[in-house]
Antibody
């Protein structure tokens, strides 16, 4: 079954750190573009970060310099290392796959929409 | 950075047509994707590339995109369509390319 399962959320004090994990099954994380999207309580979706199959990474301004996206190829797992956490980082964090496909030449074309989501993991930053 | 603007709420009676807009500068030049999110659940893609539907999404869901406005149209609205809807684009020229609209709460009267 193709799915994403997040873990690692919890309660952390302001200034603290947390690492989220997203275990994938049914497809290869390193062959796809993978993102983190978060949703603060009662608020809308906010894109957080993306890692491309080639390894390039991008971040929202709100987390740049504090969060790091990475992946472990043999574990087929995506990570989000979150440092210097603030109260405003409190949210459900979703792992999401950016859709894409490889053509007959092996060239990867992303579709730029999120075609697979995990169920999310809640991060609460509070003293 | 690129900004997408949605109305906070839209209300419609069952059986009627709901239209949810997503405004952005020259958004017609971008591909717009739409997600439905029900309480306590992860978002679900309902329209991609302006007007295409993933398998399993009813034909009642359709989309259009031109100029500065993209629109998600839900025909013959049902009680089960009540949810939050988000538009999304990918701004490849930006250092922070993922962009979501603020979301629209669809209420079925």
């Amino acid at each position: 079954e193709v799915q994403l399962v997040e873990s690692g959320g919890g309660l952390v004090q302001p200034g603290g750190s947390l690492r989220l994990s997203c275990a994938a099954s049914g497809f290869t994380v390193s062959s796809n573009y993978m993102s983190w999207v978060r949703q603060a309580p009662g608020k809308g979706l906010e894109w957080v970060s993306v890692i491309y199959s080639g390894g390039s990474t991008y971040y929202a301004d709100s987390v740049k310099g504090r969060f790091t996206i990475s992946r472990h190829n043999s574990k087929n797992t995506l990570y989000l290392q979150m440092n210097s956490l603030r109260a405003e980082d409190t949210a459900v964090y979703y792992c999401a796959r950016v859709g894409g496909y490889y053509d007959s030449s092996g060239y990867y074309s992303p579709t730029w929409y999120f075609d697979l989501w995990g169920r999310g993991t809640l991060v609460t930053v509070s003293s | 950075s690129y900004v997408l603007t949605q109305p906070p709420s839209v209300s419609v009676a069952p059986g009627q047509t709901a239209r949810i807009t997503c405004g952005g500068n020259n958004i017609g030049s971008k591909s717009v994707h739409w997600y439905q999110q029900k309480p306590g659940q992860a978002p679900v893609l309902v329209v991609y590339d302006d007007s295409d539907r993933p398998s399993g999404i009813p034909e009642r869901f359709s989309g259009s995109n031109s100029g500065n406005t993209a629109t998600l149209t839900i025909s013959r609205v049902e009680a089960g369509d009540e949810a939050d809807y988000y538009c999304q684009v990918w701004d490849s020229s930006s250092d922070h390319p993922g962009v979501f609209g603020g979301g629209t709460k669809l209420t079925v009267l």
